[in-house]
């Protein structure tokens, strides 16, 4: 990603306002459990932007996903309609109508076009949406907006221990550009999906296609670089919003600011995605595995997620035992082609592996690069300059038990 | 699978020389702790006949199967050396070598060519085999070659809770041909390997050819329709030995006999699959996942796994919580396409969701059919003909145990 020290990172704060134009509440409105936020409204104060969305590679799509991708294909989105609880997915015809009736009561309470919203649902699935209380959620939340994005990020999680946010600045032709953020992560509720939400908020003026290129490829570096347990839900979905009021000259295709401000989404995202693998169902490390020498990116990527999704590498960490052997097992089912003679293996700073063969080293100095909260697994190819960064978390009992035996 | 009434299972006691012809034994050679078999024989009496071998998909292929690879693909074996406690991979040169003098002294005591005899090892990876205990093992194991099967049954097995055999027989022209196999699943050592090794014996006279391509598409349905943890390790072998003692007519790929003879074998690997699973580690229970309605058994092959290997859907099923939600986004990022409205979701007989909409049932009824040690989870589709079943086992606190702290 992009390392350059023009991208200020600050205080993970207020990542859904942080950006100049941004408004956002949340409230409770009955989805949940009393008093926990579950409806949430982000607005850009200022019309004329621009949007980007990836969604779910899911064949199942939920219904506020094909209403969110509707209208951001065919304008663009300078609103956001978002509740939890309830996923509004596997829920038919009705469930539709009751998406589109979100994005018309959002539109109408904010002022604004119905297609200028876009809708958001995560939690329980087969279940249709209370449309009565989130009717009046929609109007409770648009009374209450303003730069204050906590009660936003709140109002979105489901199982998530915490909030997730984060910003980054970055200069653009003299001109201070904001990109912030917010997600929530794998949640669990009967019957679940684990869905992965994010949106980002930029005051940064760009056209619509420059950022769809900017946000597809930050996702792929980001977000799909994580794994909690491989699953991917029918709402994942990643919304960027640029407002353009940062005034910088018009970032396209060809700007050589692109770059600059390209890496400081990736940034804000890469901090999001990794907040999510932290905060991973039951994990007690977040992993990073580095895969470093090879051909191209999209191998090293592929090799990277192979080990962090491994659930025998990660029963290793949680044990804190530096088992080279599922590291290397791991890039070797990966799918990917490779010279095992040529293959390094580290945990942290130890080298494991080397030339076919393990390395003599200190077991117990190995093992302590597992012992912290962050761990660090790299992979050395020799065949390239590529390299990628997979992010990942434990596999604890716990997670068996939250996801084993949450009825009793 | 191949139902003809014609096959006829017996129980499954000796399997590895259930054929006529066959002699095997096991005997602890001291690889691993003491008094615990860990080197086995097999030999067919009777020479002259064919074999078949599939390997690991994975890129590391271990010493041993790299031996073995070129005895069957320039001749045929009728004997095969095993050993546990070490997995001989990783080994680098010397690896190699102690591979080929396995092959050697076994050749040597039995009186065989070197080229007729396989070799397999499982354990330990990163670690040289002590090779006078392996010449002494092999010289103690030649001598006690018999009819009874068990003791080679035991001496493949790691951490298996139990040895895996199945037996099957048919009419082949008038002739009875009968078909064994024994197997050892997933076994976690340090550093580990998830091996599963299956060694298959038949009296059927067959030519090669036709031997091959009953082993791949047998494989292709059971050992690669199993997942306990979607791991796959450098030295997974099945290999399939045909010593013509039966003295049917010889199986040629056109004989009308063949699917029969195929069948035959197909059920006793699906019965060692099985076994496999239902042996996973900290494993409960059995999971069969049936997928109907295919429009290609490759496609429904697809689905099935990605239920089986689903770590949600694993620890629900350890919950006895009929989470059709888990099972729905399971087949969504498969890989396969499919149309979620055309999708119907059974466990056992209650079926639980139809048009793209939860269907009404008893939630308690649903989860009683997961509180056996079997589970049956069906996914119907409406676009063909094909099916398919995946086999796999629940996600348990205990497998996180087994391999997160084994050290302590």
Redesign the interface.
Known sequence: MNKNPQIGIKPATDGATAARGFVAAGVASGLRYEGRRDLGLLLSEVAGGTSALVVT????KSAPLLVTKGAVEGGDVRALVVNSGIANA???QRGVEDAYRMQALAADTLGVEPGEVAVASTGV??EQLPMDQVEAGIKEVAASLSGDGSGFAEAILTTDTRPKEAVATVEIGGETVTVGGVAKGSG?I?????TMLAFVTTDAAIEKESLQNVLSKATDRTFNRITV??????NDMVLLMANGAAENELLTQNSPNLPDFAGTVETVMQELAKEIARDGEGATKLVEVVVEGAESEEKAATLARAVAG???FK??V??E?A????V???????G???D?EAVELYFGPVKV?A????VEHDAEEANATLAGDEVVVTARLKEGEASATAWGC????E???I??????
Do not use: K, Q
């Open positions: 590679s899911n064949v199942l596997a829920t038919g699935i087969g669990m009967h019957p679940n999906m684990a347990d491989g699953d991917t839900s029918p491994s659930n025998l029963a290793a949680y044990g035992d088992n080279w052997g599922r290397l097992n791991a890039i070797g089912y990966s990917a082609s490779f095992p592996f030339d076919g063969e393990p434990d596999l604890t009992e997670y068996v038990r996801n084993g035996s949450y009825r009793t």
